[in-house]
């Protein structure tokens, strides 16, 4: 049996800090497990990234996107002008590294981003990646921008195209 992987979303919550890096990365609750809660490198572990028509060759996915409550990003983004989600991602990218840099395909960035999704609580969070997740390097230009026009409207950005990624622009 064929899993998708264009993009994997996990949901956890109950999460104490939501910008500790540990509290994200992998349990310390052995009861999580038998919840279904599948932390970041639980998550990566269980749905790597098959390459192949036999999946013989097995490679994490590089590109990881956090989700947290709209109130706690506005909140890091006022007092602490965004410095808790970058000191997230950057724990959170040395840690996928630390882990998994031996299943990180050649010449691709482990990347993370954190924003905001407008319906979580303060103690959730929504772990996605996948084929479809792409999160372009700072010095990566987009090669195309997607708009949406419409009679009654003017044009709309809907994402920019970047010339490595791979499937679904429309994804965050």
């Not at 992998?26 to 599948?38: C, I, M, Q």
């Not at 990003?73 to 006022?78: G, K, M, P, S």
Request: charged residues 30%; hydrophobic residues 35%; neutral net charge.
């Amino acid at each position: 049996m064929i899993k998708p992987n264009y993009v994997l979303a996990q949901f956890l919550s109950g999460i104490e800090d939501p910008f500790a890096a540990k509290f994200l990365w992998e349990s310390k609750h052995p009861w999580s497990r038998t919840r279904g809660a599948l932390y970041i490198r639980e998550a990566l572990e269980r749905y790597p990234d098959l390459v192949g028509y036999r999946s013989e060759m097995r490679s994490c996915f590089p590109h990881v996107r956090i989700l947290l409550s709209s109130n706690m990003a506005e909140l890091d983004r006022r007092a602490m002008r965004d410095m808790g989600k970058q000191a997230l991602s950057r724990r959170l990218e040395e840690a996928h590294r630390e882990e998994f840099s031996r299943y990180t395909a050649e010449g691709q960035t482990i990347r993370y981003a954190v924003g905001s999704g407008p319906t979580l609580k303060d103690d959730e969070a929504v772990i996605l990646f996948g084929r479809a997740i792409y999160l372009p390097g700072a010095d990566e230009v987009p090669r195309y921008h997607l708009h949406v026009h419409s009679p009654e409207k003017e044009a709309t950005h809907l994402c920019d195209i970047y010339p490595n990624q791979r499937l679904d622009p429309a994804h965050g």
